[in-house]
């Protein structure tokens, strides 16, 4: 178990999408607001600490419901493309995270700032996961309701891991993060930065350098790896609806997950104990973050953040 002066002083979390805005609320103003209020305390032992801090998030829930007011509202205003969807749900979240790390930390007279930035992030133009939609967005319906959607809106629906059926779109690898830079220079001076949230706004850029949205959602946390990644921080944690990754989840012979090696996590990957539409996104930019030079990838509930760095609980994956 490490001490609070073993906490590294160099981190990325990755906020799942759920941790922003829950399946069990409507969604509204303050509904959003409460919950940013209480990702915040839960971050605030971390954000109360001298180190250099990057948060992204995940936009799920939130662009998918942007999506279908959108759609269901298009008879009278024109849609809006995918990637600008990204970007409103990217600044909406962004918003109300900056706005309640800040005020939690001004609670306990601390004056540290919170930037959140609008990120691109750019993907290859021929990544196969353009021809092959994976990536949940949105809420759960029922099969009977899925197919109802799927005629009127021409959305492609998924049943998920069990839990309903969802609309799905493509998901490209990230490539590059643009303006990288600027989240290191903001994380060197002692600024919290928000960036990549959703995933980053998906663009391709040609040979003249002139960037273009497509229709896609990255995966928020291989963003997040490769955001931990160039930045040379060695630690990422991801914050996630349970306390630690298990195998045979759901089965009498569960077992949970807490320091587990590399090579262990990638043949429990292999045998199919993380379904895509749950578990298998975080694993597989766990396993892209080690493999890309990280020392440790810790999965955990967002209530455990601190106990999770310190080994207490959460699942710890190492090289």
Request: hydrophobic letters at 40%; glycine letters at 10%; charged letters at 20%.
């Amino acid at each position: 178990m490490r001490t609070l002066n073993e906490v590294p002083r160099r981190l990325v979390i990755a906020i799942g999408g759920n941790a922003v805005h829950p399946e069990d609320i409507s969604g509204t103003s303050d509904e959003q607001k409460a919950v940013a209020q209480h990702t915040a305390e839960a971050l605030l032992p971390l954000a109360a600490l001298d180190n250099e801090l990057v948060i992204t998030h995940g936009n799920g829930p939130v662009v998918g419901k942007i999506m279908m007011r959108q759609m269901l509202t298009m008879s009278r205003i024109p849609p809006m493309s995918m990637d600008i969807c990204v970007a409103h749900s990217q600044g909406g979240i962004g918003y109300l995270l900056m706005q309640a790390i800040e005020n939690v930390l001004r609670a306990y007279g601390n004056g540290r700032h919170v930037a959140s930035l609008l990120t691109q992030v750019e993907v290859d133009a021929n990544d196969p996961a353009f021809a092959n939609p994976t990536k949940f967005v949105g809420p759960f319906f029922t099969e009977q309701e899925a197919q109802r959607i799927s005629a009127e809106l021409n959305w492609k629906m998924r049943e998920d891991s069990g839990r309903g059926w969802r609309h799905v779109v493509p998901s490209p690898k990230p490539k590059h993060v643009c303006d990288i830079s600027l989240v290191d220079a903001l994380v060197k001076r002692g600024t919290i930065v928000i960036a990549g949230g959703g995933g980053g706004m998906p663009v391709i850029r040609d040979e003249r350098g002139v960037r273009t949205g497509v229709p896609a959602v990255i995966d928020k946390d291989l963003t997040s790896a490769h955001i931990a990644n160039v930045l040379g921080i060695e630690e990422l944690l991801i914050l996630t609806a349970v306390p630690r990754v298990a195998i045979n989840f759901g089965k009498p012979n569960k077992r949970e997950l807490d320091q587990v090696s590399l090579a262990q996590i990638k043949a429990y990957h292999r045998e199919g104990h993380f379904p895509p539409g749950s578990m298998g996104p975080k694993v597989d930019a766990a396993i892209r973050f080690l493999e890309g030079g990280g020392k440790r990838a810790i999965i955990s509930h967002l209530n455990c953040a601190m106990g999770a760095l310190t080994g207490e609980t959460g699942t710890h994956i190492v090289p």
